[in-house]
C-alpha cells in the first residue's frame, strides 16, 4: 500500500495527472478493506478482552533493527556453496551493530538487474517522454516503473528510511521492512527478462539455429541461478522424522497412563510467543508435544503472555518455583508435569528435584530428552484435601483454580 500511495504521488506530479491518486487510492481502499475482514477476529478479541501490551508489541524504532541493508542485498549470504563467497557474505555482517535478517541476498543475476534498474533512474528516453506517447508498445515504460518501484522500496524499507515515518503514524506493528526485498528482487528480474528478449532477438539475428543457443544459454542460467542461491538451513529429513517418530512413541506412553481431557504442565516455563532460546532449547519446542499426542491432552505451553493463563505460570517461575508449587500446579488440575531436560543445561539437580516432590519415577522418551510424571496420585500420597491444594493456588500463583463440575 505504501509503494502504491508513493507511486501515484510520483506520477502524478510527474505527468500533472491527479487521477493517478484516485486510482491508488482506491486500490488502497480494497486492500485496506480485505485485511480489515481478516483481522476481524483479532480486533473482536481486542473489543471483548482489551488490547495486550506485552505480547508482540512494537517500538517505533525497530523498522531499523529489521530494515534493508543494502551490504546484504549485495553481498553474498553466508552458506554460499562456494566457501570463498559465503566468507565475504558472514565478513560483511561480522559484529555489525544492526544485523537485520539474513535472506536478503539478491545473487548476482538479481544484483545485475538491481544496479540496471537504478541505472534507468539516471538515462534512457523515457525520463523524457511519456509512456502513453511513445509509439506501439516499448518496453521501456516497463523499466520506468520497475525504476520507480525500485528507488521508493530503497527509500522505505532501507535502515533509518521513510519507513520510520510510517511506524510514527501509527502502523509500528509493521517493521520488518528488510522483507520488501522481495519486490526489489522481482523488479531487479523484470529488468534481466528485458535483456534476456534483447539477447534472444540478437541470437535469433545471427543464427541459423537460435532455438538451440536460446535453449542450451536457459539451461546454464538455470543451473548458475540454482548455484547461485543458498542451500536449504535444515535437518536431514531421516533426521526429522525421526524426531518426530521419538515424539510420537512417547505421547503414545503418555496417552496409555493419562484420561483423555488430562491437563500437562510444561517445565521449563516459557513465554509465548518470541521468547528468547532456554538451556539447548529453541523456541517453540514446547509446541513438540502438541504437535504429536492425539488431540486428547491439554498442554500449559501456548498461553499468551500478558493474559491470565500466562501470568501466573510466570509467577511460578520466577517467585514461588516448580518444587515449591507443587500442591498448586495440582489445585490448578495438572494430571502431569512434561520437563524438557534441554532447558535445564547445567541444572540438572532442579529436574531431580522436580521428579521427586512430584512423586519420582518419571516416563522417559526413547532419545532420553523428555520426563514425564504422573501426578494423579500425588493428593492421595501427601494427604492433600482438594481444598487445601485449591487454596495453595491462591496463595502461591495468585490465580482461582476453576470450579469442578458438579
Known sequence: MVLLLSSAVVMAIRFREPARLLVAV???GVMG????????????????YGTNEQAARRLV?????????????????GGHRLQVLSDIGTRAQDQSVVRSEGGQALGFLGIA??????WGAFSGRWRRERPDTRPGWDRSALREEATTFTLLALLFGTIGGLSILVSMAGFSQIRVWNRIVLLIAFFAMVVVLMWSEQFAAWVRGRSKRPQAVLGAVAVAVLAFGLWDSIPPQRHSYAEIEAQHAND??????????????????QLPIIEFPEAQP??????????????????????????IKGRPDAQWQITLRDKVGPVGAMPAIVGLGFDGIWIDTYGYVGKEDEV???VEAAGGDPLVSPDGRFLFVDLTGYQERTGLTDAEARQAAIDLLGVTPPEEPS
Open 61 to 77: 524504532t525497530e523498522s531499523e533493527l529489521y530494515g534493508l541493508k543494502l551490504s546484504r542485498m549485495l553481498t553474498p549470504q
Open 248 to 265: 510420537r512413541a512417547f505421547l503414545s506412553e503418555i496417552e496409555a497412563i493419562m484420561p483423555d481431557g488430562a491437563k500437562i504442565l
Open 278 to 303: 532456554v538451556g539447548k532449547m529453541e523456541d517453540y519446542d514446547h509446541l513438540r508435544a502438541y504437535l504429536a499426542d492425539d488431540g486428547s491432552l491439554e498442554w500449559s505451553y501456548g498461553s
Open 352 to 354: 531431580d528435584d522436580i
Open 26 to 28: 482506491g486500490l488502497i
Open 33 to 48: 478493506i480485505t485485511f480489515g475482514i481478516l483481522s476481524y477476529p483479532t480486533l473482536n478479541y481486542y473489543r471483548a
Open 113 to 118: 538487474g538491481f544496479l540496471g534498474a537504478l
